[in-house]
């Protein structure tokens, strides 16, 4: 079946430290792969998404490039904040799949002063 | 606001106990889902729809049913609460992008915290 394998956590960074997340997949078909963000108390918001090898998903200073050939989409971020404080998920949607998500378990980010 | 709105935020039941979880959005969405959160487990789908009068299991449904009568609603139900539906669960809805053939993100709800005892 469809999987996600997040680097586990905690990640503790120091304020404009650069920031990688490994999240590498496996799917039967072409998937679709996103980023999501999830702050304290609050539900998931899509933090970037790619639907094609080589794309590159940005947003709010984070990037993530569809590579297929090692079945990863890593998030970066060249300088973090404390706000980036969150947890982040990666994803993926089969296409014919009923737009289901297949999630990781996540990756807790603490950034500090 | 547009959005997914999900009610309660927070309930504690106890074991037998039966309820429904409401979920809503206004943005005119397909599908819908229920995810489940557990710590150091991430999200699991429960049921999902994709569209009014179709629903379908996902990777946990057991101890859930689930209707979509509207495109607007998808309520959760828990026919007999456990212990171990005690979680977070979280509701999304997205459309379908056109032409990329259902890759697109969802939008999610702010939770329900249940707690069952």
């Known amino acids: 079946g469809d999987s996600v394998t997040q680097m586990e956590g905690p990640v503790t960074l120091s304020e404009e430290a650069f920031l990688t997340i490994n999240c590498t997949y496996t799917a039967t078909g072409y998937p679709s792969l996103f980023w999501y963000v999830q702050y304290p108390g609050e539900g998931l918001q899509l933090l970037l998404k790619a639907t094609k090898a080589d794309d590159k998903g940005s947003n709010k200073g984070f990037e993530a490039t569809y590579r297929k050939e090692t079945t990863s989409f890593h998030l970066e971020k060249g300088s973090v904040q404390v706000s980036d404080s969150a947890v982040y998920f990666c994803a993926l949607s089969v296409p014919g799949g009923g737009n289901k998500l297949t999630f990781g378990t996540g990756t807790q980010l603490k950034v500090e002063l | 606001n547009a959005g997914v709105t999900q009610t309660p935020k927070f309930q504690v039941l106890k074991t037998g106990q039966s309820m429904t979880l409401q979920c809503a959005q206004d943005?005119?969405?397909?599908?819908m889902s229920w995810y489940r959160q557990d710590p150091g487990m991430g999200l699991r789908l429960i049921h999902y729809s994709v569209g009014a009068g179709i629903t379908d299991q996902g990777e946990v449904p057991n101890g859930y049913n689930v209707s979509r009568s509207t495109t607007e609603d998808f309520p959760l139900r828990l026919l007999s609460a456990a212990p171990s539906q005690t979680s977070v669960y979280f509701c999304a809805s997205s459309d379908v992008e056109p032409g990329q053939g259902g890759a697109y993100g969802y939008t999610f709800g702010s939770g329900t915290r249940l707690t069952v005892v």
């Open positions: 943005m005119n969405h397909e599908y």
